[in-house]
């Protein structure tokens, strides 16, 4: 897999990791189809089922190791699957517990403790992974991919200015402006990777996608609508499957209204939590009768992940609870402890819309705060930051 299309992949698993953890769902109909296995036919599943086998016979190959949980860790993103999360980890076995195992595997297994919220394990991981190697790429952008979403915005910054000379420009711009466009330079930071990207002659799909799907993000926050829905669709051009992508642009379609589009979309596409949440939000917003039943698959889902203790899902699941259940009181309980672990924007929103909703002092008092440090610039949360009389 080429290196930047790993770069690629880390920062967007470490933004959809809530979505790639699914709760086994229990069908009501013994006759009721729940999945649809890939094909053994499918080119995916032919390499990873020759890559298993190869390994199998080599168990220790280190190399070939890294290989397969690499694409495992692909095949999560496209299909927001966890369990191909559970395959790669498998795949690294023999070295995921050494405290020093051998450089690929420490930025590989940063990269799934990130998916699963560790964040602190991750950027040890990385720190190693840097020392030992001061010109890793990967290793610099996940690192910075992490420090960004927990909030230290300073140290994130840090890590992308390591990446010049050993990235491209726009690589690089794209981690810088990531940041900036969250930390009070919206407009600027947008324009600057809007600039990059369109000066640039080749772009592989990889890193195509991945610039432009933030770029839709940043328009979206800016209430650029035709920014927004131009690099949508330009992402989309590229990969029509991919999970994280699915679930912005279905975001995108919920704040306009669009609710249809969104069914239309999701309809085949709800094994993933994150898509399966937005699916049902967008039933319920035109009144579809199969509103409730899709809820209660969801909500099936959540109590299963709370039964084995997986927190992973906390943001979505509050947006479950104060959307589909009219629960805001336990909204703002789960938006808050999601709060304490990662701060993208997508977790401000729920955290302010819960707060607006339920009159929490706390939650309020974390808004406010954030507000203040970070100087987030989101139309967005607009909304809920008038219900709560506070000026962004």
């Not at 035709?226 to 704040?255: C, I, N, P, Q, T």
């Not at 139309?379 to 009389?389: D, G, I």
Request: hydrophobic fraction near 45%; include cysteine; glycine fraction near 4%.
């Amino acid at each position: 897999m080429p290196l930047f299309y790993r770069v690629c992949l880390s920062a967007a698993l470490a933004c959809c990791g809530a979505g790639l953890h699914a709760a086994p769902y229990i069908p009501k109909d013994g006759k009721q189809v729940v999945e649809h296995l890939p094909s053994r036919a499918d080119p995916v599943q032919r390499e990873l089922r020759r890559l298993r086998t190869e390994l199998h016979t080599t168990p220790n190959n280190v190399a070939l190791a890294t290989t397969l949980a690499q694409r495992y860790i692909e095949q999560a993103r496209v299909d927001g699957d966890p369990r191909y999360l559970g395959y790669a980890q498998s795949a690294l076995a023999p070295w995921w517990k050494l405290a020093a195992p051998p450089e690929p595997v420490l930025v590989l297994r940063a990269t799934l403790r990130q998916s699963t919220h560790q964040f602190e394990a991750a950027l040890l991981d990385l720190d190693q992974a840097v020392k030992r190697d001061s010109s890793n790429v990967q290793a610099w952008i996940t690192r910075a991919t992490v420090q960004m979403i927990s909030g230290d915005f300073a140290a994130a910054k840090a890590s992308c200015m390591r990446l010049y000379s050993r990235a491209p420009q726009l690589v690089i711009q794209t981690c810088l402006s990531n940041i900036a466009n969250v930390s009070g330079d919206g407009p600027a930071s947008y324009q600057q990777l809007a600039t990059t990207l369109a000066a640039q002659r080749e772009v592989t799909p990889a890193i195509r996608i991945w610039v432009t799907t933030l770029l839709a993000e940043m328009a979206a926050r800016a209430g650029d609508s035709a920014g927004a829905e131009k690099y949508f669709r330009e992402a989309l051009a590229v990969d029509h499957a991919d999970s994280y992508l699915l679930a912005a642009w279905s975001d995108y379609l919920l704040d306009h209204g669009r609710a249809p589009e969104v069914a239309r979309l999701l309809q085949d596409k709800t094994r993933a939590d994150a898509l399966l949440l937005r699916y049902a939000l967008a039933l319920k917003a035109m009144n579809a009768p199969a509103a409730a039943e899709q809820a209660d698959a969801l909500r099936a889902r959540f109590e299963a992940a709370t039964l084995r203790g997986d927190t992973v899902h906390q943001r979505e699941q509050a947006r479950f609870e104060l959307a589909l259940r009219n629960n805001p009181s336990l909204a703002v309980k789960l938006a808050k402890l999601n709060w304490a672990v990662q701060k993208e924007p997508a977790d401000f929103r729920i955290l302010a819309e819960t707060a607006a909703a339920s009159g929490d002092l706390a939650a309020l008092t974390l808004v406010v705060d954030w507000l203040r440090t970070s100087r987030l610039q989101d139309q967005t949360v607009a909304p809920a930051l008038r219900r709560l009389k506070v000026i962004a």
